[in-house]
């Protein structure tokens, strides 16, 4: 069983930072791909970094270049550094990790970015 604990979500200005980091359960965390995705209010679920078990790291076009994706094995950790953040990454930011098929998610963490 996976479980998926998120944390460090919460209010900040425009051009501010958030660090929000994943904590896992389970065996063998360094063998998985780890992600954050994000839902915004009325819209999908988006994509908005990945990690793979080999250490490379994918991200959306809209976050490129402001928001970086790591992970520690050690840990069972995987942390979304954001920099200058806009109004516009508002969303619940959610960990995910897949495993034999199955998607695992956390219960999601409530950025707030304020203009």
């Known amino acids: 069983q996976v479980q998926l604990v998120e944390s460090g979500g919460g209010l900040v200005q425009a051009g501010g930072s958030l660090r929000l980091s994943c904590a896992a359960s389970?065996?063998?965390?360094?063998?998985?791909?780890m992600g954050w995705f994000r839902q915004a209010p009325g819209k999908q679920r988006e994509l908005v970094a990945i990690?793979?078990?080999?250490?490379?790291?994918n991200y959306a076009d809209s976050v490129k270049g402001r928001f970086t994706i790591s992970r520690d094995n050690a840990k069972n950790t995987v942390d979304l550094q954001m920099n200058s953040l806009e109004p516009e990454d508002t969303a619940v930011y959610y960990c995910?990790?897949?495993?034999?098929?199955?998607?695992?998610w956390g219960s999601g963490t409530l950025v707030t970015v304020s203009s």
């Open positions: 995910n990790l897949v495993k034999s098929g199955v998607n695992y």
């Open positions: 389970g065996r063998n965390f360094g063998s998985y791909a």
């Open positions: 990690v793979t078990s080999g250490g490379y790291t």
